[in-house]
């Protein structure tokens, strides 16, 4: 039908909303995961500000606590279910049938969850209006889950286009009900039914949606698929990324321990470096389909792909953190009050977990890749268990920043073992004298940009300007060190 890509384009019709080719469907999925992300992103950024200073740091505290207790619990019903959905349905459409299967299971599996956090509420707080919160939450947050399950399906036949919509749908939703709420009766508990009753009208309208135009909706139980499922998707549990499981359960213990203005605090300056992340999301669901695709063809491929990676990472972490640092008051001050203030050193710590998390992605990406989940999955436990440990000894003494420097440590730790692990389980050479030379120049290009942020604030420049000549400065510097280095970046191509 369409003789070229060039005319293609010339139907937008055709190059959004139908699979073509494999390069058109490429840039068609691409596109709507972008979209999606963009805009639920910046929806989610606005809106977290806007229930920070509506509710107050001790309020807002409350929910932060609430919400993290039920996203670690969660994790039990998630697993890896979406993931391995994706891969098994993509590799063969005939495990299709499966589906209802693996539909019930998750609903088993959310089951327990919401005893768990039925239990967990009264356990973990005394506090009337947390264990509601609670309670109400965790219904959501496993709305939330089962949504994603229905999303895997969507993305196993390449139509992101129907998860974008649906995802945009339930924020928009979601933020809507909120903000009614927020306006009339802003209350913790009052915001938590907000959040469930949009979910549970997104989720009627999907599953009718899915029923009737994709797959007829049916539950069966079959202990041979759930026993598979359950196998390959229990060490894809937490996923790849460690910073925000250490964050949630951060905000968890300092709710645990009563410091309610802290966790508000904590979860402001976090918030707005979830935003940040972004990015680093959209690259790393962009290179994990091609490594896979590569595991088994080529070890000259897959080291190349996998050093484009970890040098886009680079590129990414590192001005962030020197940019975030220096410009952490302005940027608390941007978006919150005076009472927010404290949030400005957590910030400037959490940039850093931000940092590091993303730099720990292309090696947690190559131990899956390998068929190392578990490995992987043993380096978050390890983390889980340090920043627990910490948590217990630095928040009684220290509180907020007790909490922070836990949550740093744990992610400096397990991001250590990362590295040593991908190069003992893995065939990728994390270190070679190419991507030594990239992140040479990529750290001292972030040095010389702090260091010219740093000069410039005598002038309290405007946060956007500075962050326009800090860009700018860094782009420019790494610019001269790609000229000196060429040939080595061009050795990627032959490695």
């Known amino acids: 039908m369409f003789k070229d890509f060039k005319s293609l384009l010339l139907n937008p019709k055709a190059l959004f909303f139908k699979?073509?080719?494999?390069?058109?469907?490429?840039?068609?999925?691409?596109?709507w995961l972008t979209l999606s992300e963009a805009i639920t992103g910046f929806l989610k950024f606005i809106f977290v500000i806007y229930v920070a200073k509506i509710l107050g740091a001790t309020e807002y505290g409350k929910f932060s606590f609430a919400l993290s207790f039920v996203t670690i619990v969660v994790i039990l019903s998630e697993m890896g279910l979406p993931d391995i959905i994706t891969r098994e349905f993509s590799k063969n459409k005939e495990s299709e049938k499966d589906y209802p299967a693996i539909l019930s299971f998750k609903l088993f599996l959310s089951l327990i969850?919401?005893?768990?956090?039925?239990?967990g509420a009264f356990f973990i707080t005394s506090d009337p209006i947390i264990r509601v919160?609670?309670?109400?939450?965790?219904?959501?947050?496993?709305?939330?889950?089962?949504?994603?399950?229905?999303?895997?399906?969507?993305?196993?036949?390449?139509?992101?286009?129907?998860?974008?919509?649906?995802?945009?749908t339930q924020h928009l939703f979601l933020i809507f009900s909120s903000f009614i709420v927020l306006f009339f009766i802003p209350s913790v508990k009052n915001l938590s039914y907000a959040y469930l009753f949009s979910n549970l009208v997104i989720l009627i309208i999907t599953l009718l949606f899915f029923n009737f135009f994709v797959s007829r909706i049916k539950l069966y139980y079959d202990k041979k698929i759930w026993h598979k499922f359950f196998k390959f998707s229990w060490p894809l549990s937490p996923g790849f990324v460690i910073g925000w499981i250490y964050v949630s359960l951060t905000s968890i213990m300092l709710g645990y321990f009563g410091y309610n203005i802290e966790n508000g605090w904590y979860n402001a300056a976090y918030k707005i470096i979830g935003a940040l992340a972004i990015s680093a999301t959209l690259v790393s669901r962009s290179f994990?389909?091609?490594?896979?695709?590569?595991s088994k063809e080529s070890k000259i491929k897959i080291q190349r792909i996998w050093n484009y990676q970890e040098a886009l990472m680079a590129i990414l972490s590192f001005p962030m953190i020197m940019g975030g640092i220096i410009l952490a008051p302005q940027i608390i001050n941007l978006f919150y009050d005076a009472s927010y203030n404290p949030s400005i050193l957590a910030f400037q710590w959490l940039v850093i977990v931000c940092g590091i998390d993303f730099m720990y992605y292309p090696y947690a990406s190559s131990l899956v890749v390998f068929g190392r989940e578990k490995v992987n999955f043993?380096?978050?436990?390890?983390?889980?268990i340090i920043n627990i440990i910490l948590n217990f000894i630095f928040i009684p003494k220290y509180t907020l920043y007790g909490a922070v420097l836990s949550t740093t440590i744990s992610s400096v730790v397990v991001f250590l073992l990362a590295i040593v692990c991908a190069k003992i389980y893995t065939p990728i050479s994390p270190f070679n004298i190419g991507t030594l030379k990239i992140l040479l120049s990529i750290i001292i290009s972030a040095l010389i940009m702090f260091i010219f942020l740093f000069k410039i604030?005598?002038?309290?420049?405007?946060?956007?300007?500075?962050?326009?000549?800090?860009?700018?400065?860094?782009?420019?510097?790494?610019?001269?060190?790609?000229?000196?280095?060429?040939?080595?970046?061009?050795?990627?191509?032959?490695?």
């Open 19 to 31: 699979n073509i080719g494999t390069k058109q469907t490429v840039i068609k999925n691409t596109f």
């Open 113 to 119: 969850c919401f005893i768990l956090m039925v239990g």
């Open 133 to 168: 919160s609670i309670i109400v939450l965790g219904i959501f947050i496993l709305i939330t889950s089962f949504l994603n399950v229905i999303c895997a399906f969507f993305r196993a036949r390449e139509k992101m286009e129907y998860e974008s919509v649906f995802k945009i």
């Open 288 to 294: 994990f389909p091609v490594l896979s695709r590569f």
């Open 378 to 384: 043993v380096l978050i436990v390890i983390g889980l």
């Open 457 to 495: 604030q005598i002038y309290e420049p405007n946060l956007f300007l500075s962050i326009f000549l800090g860009a700018g400065v860094y782009f420019l510097t790494l610019l001269v060190f790609y000229k000196i280095f060429n040939n080595n970046f061009l050795k990627w191509k032959r490695l």
